[in-house]
Nanobody, 118 residues
Framework: QVQLVESGGGLVQAGGSLRLSCAAS????????MNWYRQAPGKQRELIAT???????VYVDSVKGRFTISRDGAKNTVILQMNSLKPEDTADYYC????????????WGQGTHVTVSS
């Protein structure tokens, strides 16, 4: 099992930056895939950034070049650094962990809210 706790959300002006953190209850490098999702009001939850256990990263087009996902092994934390924020980035942001063995398991954090004002 994995417990996930997000932090770092808040209110920021357009063009500003925020750093979201997701603290995991186990060694972050033992988790197959860590994801950040977001859900804007009235929209479906979307996957925006992924980091695999071997360090590969993938981003949705709308955040490429602005957001960076990384890991801090000392703190068992996954970080989402968000720069050049836009009002359309306003959403609830969720951390997700995927474990692939022995069976496929998915774990979610409680979410953290980000508001970007224009």
């Amino acid at each position: 099992q994995v417990q996930l706790v997000e932090s770092g959300g808040g209110l920021v002006q357009a063009g500003g930056s925020l750093r979201l953190s997701c603290a995991a209850s186990r060694n972050i490098f033992s988790i197959n895939v860590m994801n950040w999702y977001r859900q804007a009001p009235g929209k479906q939850r979307e996957l925006i950034a992924t980091i695999t256990s071997d360090g590969r990263t993938v981003y949705v087009d709308s955040v490429k070049g602005r957001f960076t996902i990384s890991r801090d092994g000392a703190k068992n934390t996954v970080i989402l650094q968000m720069n050049s924020l836009k009002p359309e980035d306003t959403a609830d942001y969720y951390c997700n962990a995927e474990l692939w063995a022995p069976g496929r398991e998915n774990y979610w954090g409680q979410g953290t809210h980000v508001t970007v004002s224009s």
